[in-house]
């Protein structure tokens, strides 16, 4: 089944110790996005990348890192978390990054708590 | 710069009545626009997309969306509700980033309520 997954789907941390959010698709997607998604404001992208070793800055990129050493997967890192960054994540891929055909799958999304 | 509007935060309407859920966009260029539907607990699904084949796009379970340039709209329809359809939709642009790819700006999303 072609799909995105995130793990863990849910995590309670406390600041600053630093977490993982890992992410997957199994379609050879070349693009991948990180999004967080907060009431009222709806979903803003964190980072995101075209293609292996290559990633971007989204609209909400402090605090987090990201790497794509491979094609399938594209982790989140928080190195000092806060609890400002409580909030629930998304990862998404779609086939390319440019182009009309972009639609963007997301994977089941990921609820940090940061306390 | 572009930016989404959807200006109603919340809909209610009752079962088997038609559901128009409002968007307007700001865009430099010619955009691409979707409508996703996220049920509670879940991620995001494509409902349809916007690419210039067509001004009115059908979508999946009944919904459908028209394309106004002149108005800079893209209101997401169906023409009777189902329970199933409570959820929050969110109206999406896409147009090409300052890094080359596509960036999207998300609304700030509706919650539908559909009652009895």
């Known amino acids: 089944e072609a799909q995105v997954t995130q793990n863990p789907r849910y995590l309670i941390t406390v600041t600053g110790k630093k977490l993982t959010v890992t992410c997957s698709q199994n379609?050879?997607?070349?693009?991948m996005s990180w999004y967080r998604q907060d009431p009222g404001l709806g979903l803003r992208q964190i980072y995101y990348?075209?293609?292996?070793?290559?990633?971007d800055k989204g609209d909400v990129p402090e605090g987090y890192k990201v790497s794509r050493k491979e094609k399938r997967n594209f982790p989140l890192i928080l190195e000092s978390p806060s609890p400002n960054q409580t909030s629930l994540y998304f990862c998404?891929?779609?086939?390319?990054?440019?182009?009309?055909?972009?639609?963007?799958?997301f994977g089941p999304g990921t609820r940090l708590t940061v306390l | 710069a572009q930016s989404v509007t959807q200006l109603d935060s919340h809909v209610s309407v009752s079962e088997g009545t038609p559901v128009l859920l409002r968007c307007n966009y700001s865009s430099s260029y010619s955009p691409s626009l979707f409508w996703y539907v996220q049920h509670p607990n879940k991620g995001l699904q494509l409902l349809l997309k916007y690419t210039s084949a067509a001004t009115l796009v059908k979508g999946i379970n009944g919904f459908e969306a028209e394309f106004k340039k002149s108005e800079t709209s893209f209101h997401l329809t169906k023409p009777s509700a189902h329970m199933s359809d409570a959820a929050e939709y969110f109206c999406?642009?896409?147009?090409?980033?300052?890094?080359?790819?596509?960036?999207?700006?998300f609304g700030t999303g509706t919650q539908l309520k559909v009652e009895l």
């Open positions: 990348s075209m293609n292996v070793e290559v990633t």
């Open positions: 999406v642009v896409s147009e090409r980033g300052r890094g080359g790819g596509n960036k999207l700006t």
């Open positions: 998404a891929s779609s086939f390319s990054g440019t182009g009309d055909y972009n639609e963007q799958f």
């Open positions: 379609m050879n997607h070349e693009y």
